[in-house]
Every structure is written in structure tokens, then in C-alpha cells.
């Protein structure tokens, strides 16, 4: 295979995203075995042009609007992808000389035999270093919807739906918040190991740590290499999770001895975190709609040494007549819009529209209606979404405890004080990355009352 550099990658990437659709953490993983020639400081410099040119993309795209002649919908794909690639590295990455963008643009544009336009490419590249000073941008004071959308580059239909809930000056720091680079969180497998014990491993094998901040076996991570490749990773002492994941597995509180449903599993996070707090005694059946991803919830319980995770096929919006009612709890996870996840997935908000938001609402109610019935009477459900989005939380859960036998209850039992506010006595809590500085949650506890 002819060894491309991690520019040429990073520009191939982008158009598969672009053109095929593909997401861009699936094709990062799968170049990055396929070019086996790439260290460690090249794939985390392909991972920030693919990620930063994603999340800033219709930034990106506005300057080049701006000073281009040949608009961006008028582009050949590859010419597009060339341009966004180097004019992230112009505007977002102040350590790459504007030169090595610029004629490193040009170069694969000649390799890529597009040679006759390899002037235009850095025509407008030089054009943009020479004016990113003087860009202007829609005046916030008169259209602040615009302006969010072309500074953060977000959707307009995203900005609109959120403003029907939460003022401009919040959404502007949830969009902020949401373009940052996330931290990266592990769960300590106390199965295995402590806290202070894991923080000293992983320090010996050169990662930055630092405790958690709500959880007591939360540890957030950086300058890692390859986690797979942490020998600690690989004896099961940790599993990556966000805190806003793990509140879910706190929230649900299981015991040891109980038994659980789990009825959209995959990847197993939650899964795997209940398992540990139940110390490995009792039952917890994960199940998914989607076979090669049972493997994933098997391999990573297998790592883990938890030995209580029956994996199932299953489709949570048929009823299984077997379960009714034999459930001490149950957790839904639901499929969501994923727009608290941005951070992580940036290419959620180029792939969602409001026409997805109506078309989940509509599987996470026939979900809750089926699998509410799993849970034995005085049994506890949870409820959880990776998004921000009160069609698929809040007003799911209000439309939830007025048809069928379920109380909200109180959450303050199992989270930190510092998470206490004015929803969490009543049974929910929406986190926020600009707020919490964690993935954006929701999490409500309900309790079945016959
Ligand atoms: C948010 S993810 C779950 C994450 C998981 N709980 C964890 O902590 O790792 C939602 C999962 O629901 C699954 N799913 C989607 N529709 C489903 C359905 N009708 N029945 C069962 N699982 C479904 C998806 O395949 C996906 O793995």
C-alpha cells in the first residue's frame, strides 16, 4: 500500500465523511490499521485536522465564501476537502506554519491529479492567511442565531430548537464547550484494583492523571498513547467512561444479588459499571438490537473479570412476555440524538436533523412502554439519553409517568452535593459540557408503584 502522508489521510478521511457518510471516529480507527506506518504523534495529528475541520466545518466553509470566487457548493469534493483541511490548520492550529499548510495543500491536490487547479488551492489559502485578521462575521447584536451558527459552526434547526428552551448566551456557551477537545475519562474497575493503586500504574506508564470530580473511581486522562496498548488497560484494571455515564450506573444504585436488564447495552459502559457494583453477584442481562456489538459488551466484561453479563439479541420495542415483571431494575439507555456528545462526535451535528429528533422520540416511547413492564412492582427504571434535547428527555418522561404506574424518584441519593439542583429531588437531572464539563446527560429514576 503506497504510504500517504497524515495530511493526504487526513484529506481522505474527509471526504469519505463528506461523500460516503462515514463517521469520522469509525474512519480514523480503520486508517489508522490499515497505515501501519504512523506513529503516535501522526495519528494525533490526523485526529485533530479530521475532528477540528468537522466541528468548525461551516466556519471553515464561510471564510472560504468569503474569499473565494468559486463557491463551496460549486467544488469538486476533493478541492473542498483539500481547502477545508488547510485553512483549519491556518485559522485553528497557530503551531503549523501557514507555508507547510499551504504548499502541502498544493501538493496533494497535484498528486491527486488535480494539477490545473492547484493554483486556485493556494490562491485561496494565501488569500485566507493573509486576511484571517479581517474576516467578518454576522453582527451578533443583530442576528445572534447566525452568528452562533457561523462562529461554532452549528446547524441552524439545532440553535432553533434549543432557543425554544434555553436562553442565547447559554446555548453560545454550550456550543463553545461543545467545539473543545474533551477530556478523556476512565472508571477504575475496583473489582481488581483502588484508585490511588491505578493512578500510580498509569503514571508509570507515562499518562498524565488526575482524580475524577464527582465520582470516587472516575479518573480523567491525557498524553496517552493508544489506551488498548496500557498494559493496566489490558489486565481490566479501568474502562473508558465519561462521569456523566457512570452518574447512570450510581443513579440506578443495583445490588448485589439482583437482577438487572439492560435493554440497550452496547457498548457495555453501563453494563460493565453495574456489574462491579454489585460486586459480580446476581444477574445482568445486556441486550442490543445489533449482534457484532454484543461482541464488544462480551470482550469488554471478559477484560473486566465480571462474569454476571448474559448477553442477548433482542429489540427493546418488542414485548419479551418471558420478563414481565421479574426485573429488580431496568435501564433504558435509549437511542438518542447524541447532541450531548458533540465534543466526541462532531459529525452528529452535519448528520441529525429535527426529522430524526421526532423519529426518536417516537422508538424511545415505544421502549419505555415495552420495557417499563420488565420491572417487578416497588422496582426501579432508569431512563438516559447522551443528548440535550427535552423532546427526547423531559417531556418523554412527563408523557411516561402520566399513562403508565411510575413515580419520578429523587436522585440526590446517589450523586455528589455538587450536582444537587432543582430537578434532582424531583427525579431527573440534564448535565451540560458547559456547565459540568462532562458529556451533556440526561438521567431520570423512576420507581414502578404496582
Ligand atoms: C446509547 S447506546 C447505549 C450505550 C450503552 N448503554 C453503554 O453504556 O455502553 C444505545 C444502544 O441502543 C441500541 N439500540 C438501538 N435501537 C435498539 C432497539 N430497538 N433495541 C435494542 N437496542 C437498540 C444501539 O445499537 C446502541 O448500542
Known sequence: MTKLNPREIAVKILCEINDDQAYSNFSLQEHFSQYTHLNTLDKAFITEMVNGTVRHMS??????????????NKMKP?????????VYQILFMSKVPVSAACNEAVKIAKKRGLGGLSGFVNGVLRTIARN??????PDRSKNPIEYICVKYSYPKWIIRYWLEYYSIDFIEE??????????ITVRCNLLRTNKDTLMELLAKENVKVSPGVFLPEAIHI????????????????????????????????PKPGEKILDVCAAPGGKATHC?????????IFARDIHEHKLTLIRNSAKRLGIEIITTELYDATILDKEKVCQMDRVMIDAPCSGLGIIR??????????????????????????????YVKPGGVLIYSTCTISEKENLENINWFIQNFDFDLDTVEPYIPETLYCDTSK????????????????????????R
Not at 454550550?174 to 474533551?182: D, G, H, I, Q, R
Not at 448528520?351 to 420495557?371: G, H, T, Y
Request: with cysteine; proline share 2%.
Open 59 to 72: 466556519h471553515i466553509d464561510y471564510v472560504i465564501n468569503q474569499f473565494s470566487i468559486t463557491k463551496t
Open 78 to 86: 476533493l478541492i473542498l476537502s483539500i481547502l477545508r483541511v488547510g
Open 132 to 137: 484571517m485578521n479581517n474576516i467578518s462575521y
Open 174 to 183: 454550550l456550543c463553545s464547550a461543545s467545539n473543545k477537545n474533551p477530556q
Open 222 to 253: 491525557s498524553q496517552t498513547s493508544a489506551i488498548n496498548d496500557l498494559a493496566s488497560f489490558n489486565q481490566g484494571l479501568f474502562q473508558v467512561q465519561d462521569e456523566s455515564s457512570m452518574l447512570v450506573g450510581h443513579i440506578l444504585d
Open 275 to 283: 456489574g462491579e457494583l454489585m460486586n459480580n453477584q446476581g444477574q
Open 344 to 373: 466526541k462526535k462532531p459529525d452528529i451535528k452535519w448528520k441529525k436533523s429535527s426529522k430524526d429528533i421526532d423519529e426518536l422520540v417516537s422508538i424511545q416511547r415505544k421502549i419505555l412502554s415495552v420495557c417499563s413492564q
Open 426 to 449: 424531583k427525579g431527573y437531572i440534564q448535565l451540560f459540557p458547559n456547565v459540568h464539563n462532562c458529556d451533556g446527560f440526561f438521567i431520570a429514576r423512576l420507581k414502578r408503584k
